[in-house]
């Protein structure tokens, strides 16, 4: 923010640089002095709290000075990439946003929302690769399954043919003459019956699949970690190498960051947050095209919210409803 010229409120006359005093009239002007630079005051402090990493000590004063001059680009444009270094995309494109609105000009508001609506195009696409796997992989996974109880039927077979019982020998009858005598039949003599020993099969070894690790867990650990996702009551459950996230959160922009944080994980090839639901309590005042853009940074996506929660009638929502925000698009 660029320091303006003071001139005496009385007498018109610039004040020299470094003084307080009129030149001309020589009135005192250090109170009124302190009330007209309060908001480059709170401008300055705001940008030494952001360079300290005190990041939300600067947004606070950067929506002081806004407030006692709401002129002033730069403040818009800064506190935009304050919520984006926090990875609070929707009120950083909100803060560029209404800078184009008022100063349609600014190359840095310009530039900034473009970056953003690269990223945003982005994920969508990432996303819908990541459905797409998703379904491929529960394919194959049925495939296997189907695969291994096969083999588990054929060498049940294989076993239980091998425990048949063998043919038994067929009886001989010896005949015995003698040279001087009448020949007589002697006692028939049966001989034992003799099996052919019977070669048991080795046992096949049954493929068994190398157990995954546990990674509900370590996802849960992360999550209790962060001192704002602690506070949300998600569950976590494991399928394989894939992690579901459900529950509910309060925008957009905690569900991403849960997502990213869930992939962080060594071993965890696929997060679904389908089930996340971003939920907002409509307040007093508030209008379905103020939670569109609190929660996208586009008034003009309310017809979303409207669809997803059955508004009939989007300008009569009640204070206290609970509504359902469905991702954009």
């Not at 020589?26 to 705001?46: F, Q, S």
């Not at 099996?195 to 070894?205: E, G, I, R």
């Not at 944080?261 to 209008?287: E, F, M, Q, W």
Request: glycine share 6%; charged share 20%.
């Amino acid at each position: 923010m660029a320091l303006p010229v003071i001139s005496c409120p009385n007498c018109k006359i610039a004040l020299p640089g470094g003084t307080t005093t009129c030149p001309d009239c020589g009135e005192d002007l250090a109170p009124w002095l302190k009330l007209r630079l309060a908001p480059y005051v709170l401008y300055n402090e705001g940008l030494r709290l952001a360079q300290a990493g005190d990041l939300d000590g600067a947004i606070a004063k950067l929506h002081e000075a806004i407030a006692a001059a709401p002129g002033e680009a730069s403040a818009y444009v800064v506190l935009g990439k304050l919520y984006a270094t926090q990875g609070d995309w929707v009120h950083a494109r909100q803060w560029w946003e209404k800078t184009i609105e008022r100063w349609p000009e600014d190359e840095a508001a310009r530039k900034a929302l473009a970056t953003l609506d690269a990223r945003e195009a982005a994920q969508r696409e990432r996303a819908q690769r990541e459905r797409s796997l998703q379904r491929r992989r529960r394919w194959l996974d049925a495939l296997i399954y189907v695969g291994i109880g096969g083999a588990i039927v054929a060498i049940v077979s294989i076993g239980l043919s091998a425990f048949r019982p063998a043919e038994p020998a067929p009886t001989t009858v010896a005949m015995i003459a003698s040279p001087t005598t009448t020949p007589t039949l002697p006692e028939p003599t049966i001989a034992p019956p003799t099996a052919t020993p019977t070669k048991l099969p080795s046992p096949t070894p049954i493929p068994t699949a190398t157990p995954t690790p546990d990674l509900a867990g370590p996802v849960r650990e992360a999550i209790q970690a962060d001192p704002d996702l602690s506070k949300l009551n998600i569950q976590v459950r494991q399928e394989g190498s894939s992690v579901w996230l459900e529950g509910e959160v309060p925008t957009l922009g905690v569900k991403y960051q849960l997502e990213a944080l869930a992939k962080t994980i060594p071993g965890v090839r696929l997060v679904d947050v389908s089930n996340l639901r971003v939920v907002y309590t409509i307040g007093a005042g508030d209008t379905l095209w103020d939670i569109s853009l609190a929660m996208y940074g586009r008034a003009s996506l309310w017809r979303f919210i409207a669809a997803a929660n059955q508004l009939s009638n989007p300008r009569l929502i009640n204070p206290g409803r609970a509504l359902i925000i469905p991702p954009p698009g």
